[in-house]
T-cell receptor, first 113, second 112 residues
Framework: DTGVSQNPRHKITKRGQNVTFRCDPI?????LYWYRQTLGQGPEFLTY????????KSRLLSDRFSAERPKGSFSTLEIQRTEQGDSAMYLC???????????FGSGTRLTVV | DQQVKQNSPSLSVQEGRISILNCDYT??????FLWYKKYPAEGPTFLIS?????DKNEDGRFTVFLNKSAKHLSLHIVPSQPGDSAVYFC???????????FGKGTKLTVNP
């Protein structure tokens, strides 16, 4: 499978716990993006990497959120001290720098109880 | 303030008829728009796009129209099929940051 892979697909956690999600992009794509989608809304941009460099972060990405992309391959998104408002679908996308190749993964659904 | 607006949360059409999904935008700085289709529990899938140098782009049953003076675009699906039932998102590509700005989506239901 050469698509964008996200793990886990679902995560239920208690408020205050830390969670980490992983995204494996399409191998030849050097751009990687994280989005968040809540109920009734479209996906909202969180952050963007070009290779290992994090080039932009949304104001939605509070201090409790951190994303990394070591060696420009897979990426992780960590949320510390989760809150109920963090419950959402977290989507990863990758692209080769050309718009037509902007491909999304199936997402990780986070539920904070 | 929302930059990309899809004012119809849902649309229901009969199989074989035309589906028209609408989208309005506020920012004229960027010149590339996309439509994505999303099934439950899956990520958005690219459907069709249009650049501001065009006013129409077709791909099979899907056609996107862009009216720059009205800051409005629409997606036409004809003929509609039950498998087209999904949520459709309009998105604006903001080239500087390479991010997509999405509308809230329109849920299309095509009835057999």
């Amino acid at each position: 499978d050469t698509g964008v892979s996200q793990n886990p697909r679902h995560k239920i956690t208690k408020r205050g716990q830390n969670v980490t999600f992983r995204c494996d992009p399409i191998s030849e794509h050097n751009r990687l993006y994280w989005y968040r989608q809540t109920l009734g809304q479209g996906p909202e941009f969180l952050t963007y990497f070009q290779n290992e460099a994090q080039l932009e972060k949304s104001r939605l990405l509070s201090d409790r959120f951190s994303a990394e992309r070591p060696k420009g391959s897979f990426s992780t998104l960590e949320i510390q001290r989760t809150e109920q408002g963090d419950s959402a679908m977290y989507l990863c996308a990758s692209s080769p720098g050309q718009l037509y190749g902007y491909t999304f993964g199936s997402g990780t659904r986070l539920t904070v109880v | 303030d929302q930059q990309v607006k899809q004012n119809s949360p849902s649309l229901s059409v009969q199989e074989g008829r035309i589906s028209i999904l609408n989208c309005d935008y506020t920012n004229s700085m960027f010149d590339y728009f996309l439509w994505y289709k999303k099934y439950p529990a899956e990520g958005p899938t690219f459907l069709i796009s249009i650049s501001s140098i065009k006013d129409k782009n077709e791909d099979g049953r899907f056609t996107v129209f862009l009216n720059k003076s009205a800051k409005h675009l629409s997606l036409h699906i004809v003929p509609s099929q039950p498998g087209d039932s999904a949520v459709y998102f309009c998105a604006e590509y903001q080239g500087g940051s390479e991010k997509l700005v999405f509308g809230k989506g329109t849920k299309l239901t095509v009835n057999p």
